[in-house]
T-cell receptor, first 112, second 117 residues
Framework: NAGVTQTPKFRVLKTGQSMTLLCAQD?????MYWYRQDPGMGLRLIHY???????AKGEVPDGYNVSRLKKQNFLLGLESAAPSQTSVYFC???????????FGNGTRLTVT | AQTVTQSQPEMSVQEAETVTLSCTYD???????LFWYKQPPSRQMILVIR??????QNATENRFSVNFQKAAKSFSLKISDSQLGDAAMYFC??????????????FGQGTTLQVKP
């Protein structure tokens, strides 16, 4: 049982490049979340999904897009990366709305 | 909108001593959860303790306990008999249980705890 797996673990991008971060969970969880962690700001919610085929904006959605075509996968896309998107990105999932959250181990993204 | 504030960016404690990390929050809701998460250098997010707002009794988990003051909207974490392995970033988090609940967590800014041998 792998839990929540984030791919890749590290990435360096140049300004203007695009990329997709993959979050995969094998626990049949309905709810999935993308957070970014920045020094002194804690974790802030980017986008979330309450089930397959649904997505919604969180606190800091600008510059990101997401898709949840399959229940087990939640993709986070950066269409044109900016240095302000340098951060550590965490994915989390939960079975039901009030079930415990399971976190991935994060992706460190640097945009130069 | 709910907010969570951790006003101590860094704390330090001597090994075997006790330390308290502070957290305050703002909400107009009456039903919610509060959490403390630990993040060691490995970046893993580890749930330390959880408190349901409707419970008056403070939650405890071994050496970790909370002081939950609902009226004051305060939720501090006490670590007793501190160990070197307790060194980490600690996050306080809030989760709504209201009708529009989406299960998301709202995090504080984090407190880095150093444990001195």
């Amino acid at each position: 049982n792998a839990g929540v797996t984030q791919t890749p673990k590290f990435r360096v991008l140049k300004t203007g490049q695009s990329m997709t971060l993959l979050c995969a969970q094998d626990m049949n969880h309905e709810y999935m979340y993308w957070y970014r962690q920045d020094p002194g700001m804690g974790l802030r919610l980017i986008h979330y999904s309450v089930g397959e085929g649904t997505t919604a904006k969180g606190e800091v959605p600008d510059g990101y897009n997401v898709s949840r075509l399959k229940k087990q996968n939640f993709l986070l896309g950066l269409e044109s990366a900016a240095p302000s998107q340098t951060s550590v990105y965490f994915c989390a999932s939960s079975l039901r709305v009030n079930s415990p959250l399971h976190f991935g181990n994060g992706t460190r993204l640097t945009v130069t | 909108a709910q907010t969570v504030t951790q006003s101590q960016p860094e704390m330090s404690v001597q090994e075997a001593e006790t330390v308290t990390l502070s957290c305050t929050y703002d909400t107009s809701e009456s039903d919610y959860y509060l959490f403390w998460y630990k993040q060691p250098p490995s970046r893993q997010m580890i749930l330390v303790i959880r408190q349901e707002a409707y419970k008056q009794q403070n939650a405890t988990e071994n050496r970790f306990s909370v002081n939950f003051q609902k009226a004051a909207k305060s939720f501090s974490l006490k670590i007793s008999d501190s160990q070197l392995g307790d060194a980490a970033m600690y996050f306080c988090a809030y989760r709504s249980l209201g009708s529009s609940n989406t299960g998301k967590l709202i995090f504080g800014q984090g407190t880095t705890l150093q444990v001195k041998p």
